[in-house]
């Protein structure tokens, strides 16, 4: 049975900073792309970054610069520190494992920034 769960969500300031961890289970990890999204109330769930098996990353263009996602095969877990961050980030955040068709999701964890 394929498990992600997410972890490190919270509330902060504007400015500062968290990690969001996603451990999976059920998969071979190391082969699947690993993804975070985000969706705000009243918002469709967009992309934040992903990062392939091979370790490519990449960003939605109102993260770079900001955010960054790596992960740790022998871990089977995927990170996304998240620096700078503004009230606009508020969402719940979501992560994602994805292969060719298969696509699998966690429960979310809510990120609030404060102005």
Known sequence: ?????ESGGG???AGGS???SCEASGITFSIYTMGWYRQAIGEQR???AAITSSGSANYADSVKGRFTISRDNA?????LRMDSLKPE???????NARMALISR???GTQVSVSS
């Open 75 to 79: 871990k089977n877990t995927v990170y």
């Open 18 to 20: 968290l990690t969001l």
């Open 105 to 107: 999701w966690g429960q």
């Open 89 to 95: 980030d508020t969402a719940v955040y979501f992560c």
């Open 46 to 48: 967009e992309l934040v």
């Open 11 to 13: 509330l902060v300031q």
């Open 1 to 5: 049975q394929v498990q992600l769960a």
